[in-house]
């Protein structure tokens, strides 16, 4: 079956670190991977889409400085927040669409900053 | 811009009564509507989606969600819930189905 693998589940980082997840798509080839973040009892806010061969969509309040993203081949995609600060903290959601249009979700990476 | 509006934050039933959570977007184009539940500390799980075709749509554990135009509404429907169905029950709307945008959420709580 497809599914989508985060790594890792669960990061604690000092304030002013970095932590990078990463993505990995199993049983299927994504055209496109999207991040988002839920910050504490929040919602999902769409972080950046990434779609292979066109240069990455980073939304209002995101930035490729502070969210670099590698998007190397159609099955791996990872994530870094750059100098993480209290209000990064929040579970990191990666979602890959496959060809036939089908989008999966991993299960996140949460961060924790400290 | 499309926005996706969930008006409840909080929904509590007991077991075995019916549910309905209600979801209103705002977008004049043709777009992706979803429902997704996310349970404790988890990711998404995927309930059902609608794009075209018959406005009622089945998902999975017995959920379905009727699409009206005219009230721009995709509400959420069980008939009867179980105590596993607590959660929190997010709606997303998509123009492409890979830029999603979700609402609020709702948290549904079962009592048994």
């Known amino acids: 079956g497809a599914l989508v693998y985060q790594y890792p589940r669960r990061t604690i980082c000092k304030s002013g670190t970095s932590m990078r997840m990463e993505c990995q798509a199993v049983?299927?080839?994504?055209?496109?991977v999207a991040w988002y973040r839920q910050s504490p009892q929040k919602t999902f806010e769409l972080i950046a889409l990434?779609?292979?061969?066109?240069?990455?969509?980073?939304e209002q309040n995101f930035t490729q400085e502070k969210f670099p993203i590698s998007h190397p081949n159609l099955s791996f995609s990872s994530m870094t927040v750059l100098n993480a600060y209290l209000e990064d903290r929040g579970l990191y959601l990666c979602?890959?669409?496959?060809?036939?249009?089908?989008?999966?979700f991993g299960e996140g990476s949460k961060l924790t900053v400290l | 811009t499309q926005t996706v509006s969930q008006s409840d934050a909080h929904v509590t039933v007991f077991e075995g009564d019916s549910v309905e959570l209600r979801c209103n977007y705002s977008?004049?184009?043709?777009?992706?509507l979803s429902w997704y539940i996310q349970h404790h500390g988890r990711g998404l799980q995927f309930l059902l989606k609608?794009?075209?075709?018959?406005?009622v749509v089945q998902g999975v554990n017995g959920f379905e969600a009727e699409f009206s135009k005219s009230d721009s509404s995709f509400h959420l429907r069980k008939a009867s819930v179980h105590w596993s169905d607590s959660a929190v029950y997010f709606c997303?709307?998509?123009?492409?189905?890979?830029?999603?945008?979700f609402g609020d959420g709702t948290q549904l709580v079962v009592k048994p």
């Open positions: 990434s779609t292979v061969n066109s240069a990455i969509k980073y």
């Open positions: 979602g890959a669409t496959a060809n036939t249009g089908q989008l999966y």
């Open positions: 977008y004049g184009g043709s777009i992706y």
């Open positions: 609608y794009y075209s075709g018959n406005p």
């Open positions: 997303a709307a998509s123009m492409n189905n890979n830029r999603i945008f």
């Open positions: 049983g299927f080839q994504a055209t496109s």
